[in-house]
Structures are given as C-alpha cells and as structure tokens.
C-alpha cells in the first residue's frame, strides 16, 4: 500500500534553513509528482509547489519563488523541501503529498493530493 | 484566487447521525474540481472525495459529495466514531488551488 514517511520536528533560528525529507513506498515513485503544502497556526492549509519525481521539473508557487527547493532522490524514494530565510511566520506544519493532475484547459492544470505524510512541525524561534 | 468557505466552523453530532458540510467557492469551481479530505490530529489527511462526488480508493460508501458552480457539500450518512476529524475542502480548478479553512465535526 501506498506510504509517505516525513521526517521529524525541527527547531531553526530566524535566517537559518531546514530541509524535511518525504520517503514514499507502494508505487513506483518516478511516475508521480511530489507536492508541499503548509499550515501555520490557525492558518489555512497553503500549497507551495511540486517536483516531479522522474525528471526533477519543479513549479514553486510564486509566495515562496526563491526561498525554497525541492528536490528528490530517485534511488531512495525520498523528496526534499528546503525552506531558508526562515521567519517566524514560517512556523507551520509541513505536509508531502502524492499529487493527480487535473486537466483545466490545454496549458493548465490542477492538482489534488491522494496520499499524504504525517506533517513535520518546523518551529522558527530565536 | 479563488476563496472557500466552510460551515458551519464546528458540527456536533452523535454517532448514527447525519452530517452535512458545506463549501462555498467566491467564483465558480471549474469542472467541478472539489476535493474532500478528512484529517485527524497527528495523522495524514486522508482524501474522501475528487471531482466533487468521487469517493476515492477505500472510502466507504456512507460519506458522499455533490454540488456545482459555487456551491459543495459532503454528507456522511450515519456517523461512525472514527469519523469525528476535521474537513478540508480543496478546488483545483484554477490555479493555485485553494483549501477551505475546515469544519471541525466533534462529539455531542
């Protein structure tokens, strides 16, 4: 069956960086994309961008443009969000999930998500 | 973007009761691209329903989704214990997709 494993609580700095690692089994992990999502404190839960696990494309949404990168390790079934700059605002949980593409018009689509991980707490604190 | 409301905020029910959640899109949800997820604290959320009513692989048949245009619902027939979690709406029809901010369905 299909699992995704996050890695487990942080604790960074203000300006620091951290990076949480997302492992999926059950499915070949090539053929899906990866997406990262967040939900801070009394938040709505935010969509942050995708890597595609076979080729490594990725779209960021324009909010985190330049302060974050995905990226994946094939051979070990793992993706990898890496947030720098943090802020106290960043504070959240952080969430992997196995996303489906929707198709809206002939250049766009949407995603939803049909497996996600546990969420891992980052918590941004001087 | 598009905006989702959810109501109520919290649902109080018993077991065996009928619950029904509500998500109101600010525009129009193209081709009904509605997602439902469920999600307790501590675990990972667990999608429901896509494309509005949809159940996905696994989801029993007592929790159901409908709804067009601006206006979703899904209903869980006959509340089991286990059901009692937060719900999450999701559109995917436009980018970037957008979430509810939930409805919390707790124990009477």
């Known amino acids: 069956q299909v699992q995704i494993v996050q890695s487990g609580a942080e604790v960074k700095k203000p300006g620091a960086s951290v990076k949480v690692s997302c492992k999926a089994s059950g499915y070949p992990f090539i053929s899906y994309a990866i997406h990262w999502v967040r939900q801070a404190p009394g938040q709505r839960l935010e969509w942050m961008g995708w890597?595609?696990?076979?080729?490594?494309?990725?779209e960021y949404s324009q909010k985190f443009q330049g302060r974050v990168t995905f990226t994946k390790d094939a051979s070990a079934s793992t993706a990898y969000m890496e947030l720098s700059s943090l802020r106290s605002e960043d504070t959240a949980i952080y969430y992997c999930?196995?996303?489906?593409?929707?198709?809206?018009?002939?250049?766009?689509?949407?995603?939803?998500?049909?497996?996600w991980g546990q969420g891992t707490l980052v918590t941004v604190s001087s | 973007e598009i905006v989702l409301t959810q109501s109520p905020d919290t649902l109080s029910l018993s077991p065996g009761e009928r619950a029904t959640l509500s998500c109101r899109a600010s525009?129009?949800?193209?081709?009904?691209?509605l997602a439902w997820y469920q999600h307790k604290p501590g675990q990972a959320p667990r999608l429901l329903i896509s494309?509005?009513?949809s159940r996905a692989t696994g989801i029993p048949d007592r929790f159901s989704g409908s709804g067009s245009g601006t206006d979703f619902t899904l209903t869980i027939s006959r509340l089991e214990p286990e059901d009692f979690a937060v719900y999450y709406c999701?559109?995917?029809?436009?980018?970037?997709?957008?979430f509810g901010q939930g409805t919390k369905l707790e124990i009477k």
């Open positions: 525009q129009s949800v193209t081709s009904s691209y």
């Open positions: 999930a196995r996303g489906y593409t929707a198709r809206i018009t002939s250049t766009t689509v949407g995603y939803y998500f049909d497996y």
């Open positions: 494309g509005a009513s």
């Open positions: 890597i595609y696990a076979g080729n490594g494309n990725t």
């Open positions: 999701q559109q995917y029809g436009s980018s970037p997709g957008t």
